[in-house]
């Protein structure tokens, strides 16, 4: 006899039961960004969103993935994602990708985003590094948009690709991208963050998904660090990593890890997201 297969389309009453984490994850990592400047440690910032989490009555959802104990990932330069928050100091022009997430009454939200700290002394890399992550915030909110009237999944993955392509010469990392999400944090289906073959699950009411583009100034290859879990480019060349956690309900979408539900991403391509009820 086959086993039953979850559905990736949440109920209306579960997926209402998800705004909790979504909040928990925004303000996790609201305050993770404001604790990103030079000279602070990534233990401290991840040490700070913990304590939020644990505030808004949730855990890190990260720390229930086997193996891993930090409430975030924080990837650096040329680290991609699943970096590990150690002690170095962020130092001046770095470019920051954090990566977090909440679990809730058991309900799950992910989210990403990515900065760059100020440095003088080196405007041009500055400059570099901010229109790379300005890149992939306009692909993810790219992203996001296509989903609200798509009629099946993979149409996000080419708006994302098609976003990437206008901002400049930047790769898109393939092999990590984004996902569904529910009572777990990994769930079917996959989200591509570029063009690929069919179409897709339907895009309808229920579906809740994690939208996570990552994309690098060089070559898209990538490596392992030896720590087993850092993701890096192989070139040394800059990375910048983006998330969002949305769902498609009856009136429309809403993103659950933005306290605006997402409007002032959506705002410029026309898409006005609509609160769960």
């Not at 939200?109 to 080196?122: E, K, Q």
């Amino acid at each position: 006899m086959f086993g039953r297969t979850r559905s990736i389309y949440k109920s209306p009453h579960e997926l209402r039961a998800m705004i909790p984490a979504g909040a928990a994850t925004a303000a996790a990592l609201a305050e993770a960004r404001d604790r990103i400047v030079v000279g602070a440690t990534p233990l401290e910032v991840d040490a700070a969103a913990d304590e939020v989490i644990r505030s808004l009555g949730g855990r890190s959802n990260f720390q229930l993935v086997p193996g891993y104990r930090h409430t975030l990932c924080i990837s650096v330069d040329d680290d991609i994602v699943h970096g590990i928050p150690g002690d170095r100091p962020f130092r001046p022009g770095d470019i920051v990708s954090v990566d977090g997430g909440a679990e809730v009454d058991g309900w799950n939200g992910d989210a990403a985003f990515t900065v760059v700290l100020p440095d003088p002394a080196r405007p041009d890399v500055v400059a570099a590094r901010e229109a790379l992550a300005a890149a992939a915030e306009r692909s993810l909110w790219h992203g996001i948009a296509a989903l609200a009237s798509a009629r099946h999944l993979h149409e996000v993955g080419a708006a994302i690709e098609d976003a990437v392509e206008a901002a400049g010469d930047y790769g898109i990392i393939e092999g990590y991208g984004g996902h569904g999400i529910g009572r777990s944090m990994h769930e079917e289906p996959s989200v591509y963050n570029h063009r690929v073959r069919g179409r897709g699950p339907a895009v309808r009411p229920g579906l809740v998904v994690a939208i996570e583009p990552m994309i690098v100034a060089g070559a898209i290859d990538t490596v392992v660090r030896d720590d087993g879990w850092t993701v890096t480019t192989s070139d040394g060349a800059d990375s910048a990593h983006v998330e969002h956690t949305v769902a498609v309900h009856d009136g429309g979408i809403w993103v659950l890890t933005a306290p605006d539900g997402g409007a002032a991403g959506l705002a410029p391509l026309g898409v006005v997201p609509v609160p769960i009820t």
